[in-house]
């Protein structure tokens, strides 16, 4: 009886308004079930311990929202012709692969667009700053891109080869006042250490088991760090950590005696924008170093074997590569690139903690890979922007960016759960083509 | 020369028992075939003779040296190849990749000849050699991990089941490819087959495996006129 009514209202308008409300209310109640405790209870200090303040209209309008935004959803998907998601997925390998053709002059265009930004808003610290965050995440997107997208090891810990760049520019600048550029390669040798001294128990582990375990190690160092008081100065944090210089020309208003500054010997009225703008062109510089090395180590045997490696462990195996080290060496290398971008972020911030280095960082770092594209480094530019400018952008509100963040990451999920950019192109090619570079980028 | 020799070999999963005992021998240039019911144990010795699993007692020589105790890596480095059970090539990977893997651990300035030499065994695999690897047919991707096995520059080659799913053609094709191999290069072969007839046809000599211990032994053409074989492994076939 009921079904044939709504089937009539289906026949009649196009719309079963009893299927779209029975869904409508099973949305609500889900949203009951959970904002009942999550929305409608507060705890609240109180003189003498705890209260909790009940906010039903809280809950109530949650439920309401919910349920007609059910409703409406329902409804917009009877009308709408819904694009099979089989289309949807060819469409956007079709844009993966096209984007992929038109790399080479994506790449150079997204180049030239990065050199320009601090020019065109050379008075505007705030683009030039958010650029250079943007450039920071994009240079350790793509490092861990190394780990996560080309060797198929899934590692939650990335943060701590970070903080272990971070930490050992910071220590070994205050201690031994060595200049940023020594300093630079002897905090990525360090991180790839500790790199290879985690991985070297735990890569035989596999995929949930291994991400386990470096989620641990993530922490583990994050906890060093704040309890290993006399070394790191545990929560304090380290500040006056040096800043680098141009060539020898510090970016000072009024330098130390024998030390030339930047503006005077280029002549120029001193501004405090100079120190920033270069900071950019240095992470610039990193990222792209990152960059290129990973193409070029795509075509080499060593990458190659990481791709393989990550489809078929055991077919490598019996093909003569050394799992172990091959492994070994991704996760090394792409801890070196994480420690070379901690290194930049101590000098940048001048001040580091281990409140800098918790998991949420991890976190982003895997969601810009893997929202990205595992393996695409056109993709982790998109990301980065897409997840670090977008909420940056969205600072004004601050309570609802972590819920646009959400949002985004739940509709990639849906429309493209392989990654913005998941098209991959072969990198070597017989003949006169094997010129042609075949890397994504 | 004996080129493999495996002696008393017993291999466990967990508390299986899967090689009770297995004793062979491969002489040098020879093309020896290994036959038996589904699972008998021929999948797991070729495994256990490149390390994985390791073999729990017994002796496995590869040209005299003893590689028992050896990783797989380190084996294969000695001039063992396998296409082993179900092909496994690189799906995501183009079939020139899949070549160019299979080349680990031969000289790289040798790789433009053996590249060249695989695609005139299987000049299909050259129309193909831009396409991912996982798209390719079947009897395509096994040709692909033979080829691939080759590409190593192998003095033994074990072969799991190279005609498994394939078009009688097809299986006719990979055969005649595998005698043209040991005939032209010399090439030892160590094949497991399920499709009997071709592979007695084929091998100068051949073992048959039950409940992971060898039953029986022979040249192909005795092995293919005995009896139990018949009855066991040929009949309906041929
Ligand atoms: N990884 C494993 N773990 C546990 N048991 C296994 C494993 N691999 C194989 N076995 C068992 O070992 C025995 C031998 O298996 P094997 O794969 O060697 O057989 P096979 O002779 O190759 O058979 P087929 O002709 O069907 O390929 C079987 O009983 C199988 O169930
Ligand atoms: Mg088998």
Known sequence: MRTSSGNAIGVNSGFDFLAALKEAGMAAGVALALSFTIIGMRTTGQQGGLGVEFRWNAVAIAVVLVFIGRFLLVLWRQRAKPLASADRDRMMDRVGAMVQHWSKYLGAALFAGA??????????????????????????????????????????????????????????????????????????????????????????????????????????????????????????????????????????????????????????????????????????????????????????????????????????????????????????????????????????????????????????????????????????????????????????????????????????????????????????????????????? | MTMLSVAGVHTFYGNIEALRGVDIEVGEGEIVTLIGANGAGKSTLLMTICGNPAAARGQIAFAGENITAMPTFEIVRRGIAQSPEGRRIFPRMSVLENLQMGATTAPPEHFGADLEQAFTLFPILKARKDQRAGTLSGGEQQMLAIARALMSRPRLLLLDEPSLGLAPLVVRQIFDTLKRINAEQGMTIFLVEQNAYHALKLAHRGYVMVNGRITLSGSGADLLAMPEVRAAYLEGGH
């Open chain 1, 115 to 441: 050199v320009a930004i601090p020019l065109i808003w050379s008075d505007n610290r705030y683009v030039v700053d958010v650029s250079t965050l943007v450039l920071t995440y994009i240079m350790l997107g793509w490092g861990l891109n190394i780990v996560v997208g080309l060797a198929g090891l899934l590692d939650l810990g990335y943060v701590a080869f970070y903080a272990v760049g971070a930490y050992s520019y910071a220590l070994i600048a205050l201690h031994f006042g060595w200049s940023f550029w020594i300093c630079l390669p002897l905090a990525g040798i360090l991180a790839a250490s500790f790199g290879v001294l985690l991985g070297f128990p735990v890569l035989r582990l596999r995929g949930d088991y291994l991400a386990i375990v470096t989620l641990g190690f993530g922490e583990i160092i994050r906890i060093i760090l704040l309890n290993w008081y006399s070394f790191t100065k545990g929560p304090d944090g380290l500040s006056g950590i040096p800043r680098p210089s141009f060539f020898g020309l510090e970016f000072t208003r009024s330098p130390d005696d024998g030390v030339t500054a930047f503006h005077e010997f280029f002549n120029i009225e001193y501004s405090s924008v100079h120190r920033v703008i270069f900071l950019y062109y240095i992470i610039l510089a990193l990222a792209l170093l990152t960059n290129f090395f990973t193409l070029r180590i795509r075509k080499l045997p060593v990458g190659r074997a990481w791709e393989a490696l990550r489809e078929d462990e055991i077919a490598c195996r019996s093909l003569g590569i050394n799992p172990t080290n091959t492994k070994l060496t991704a996760f090394a290398i792409g801890a070196m690139f994480a420690g070379f971008a901690g290194s930049f972020f101590a000098t940048r911030q001048g001040f580091i903690s281990p409140e800098s280095f918790n998991f949420g960082e991890s976190a982003v770092i895997l969601a810009i890979v893997v929202l990205g594209g595992m393996g695409s480094q056109v993709g982790v530019v998109l990301a980065a922007v897409v997840l670090i400018g977008g909420t940056e952008l969205f600072r004004e509100l601050a309570l609802y960016r972590m819920l646009a963040f959400g949002i985004l990451m739940v509709a990639i999920m849906v429309w493209r759960p392989r990654g913005l950019l998941a098209h991959r192109e072969p990198t070597l090619l017989l003949g006169s083509a094997t010129e042609r570079t075949g890397g994504d980028r």
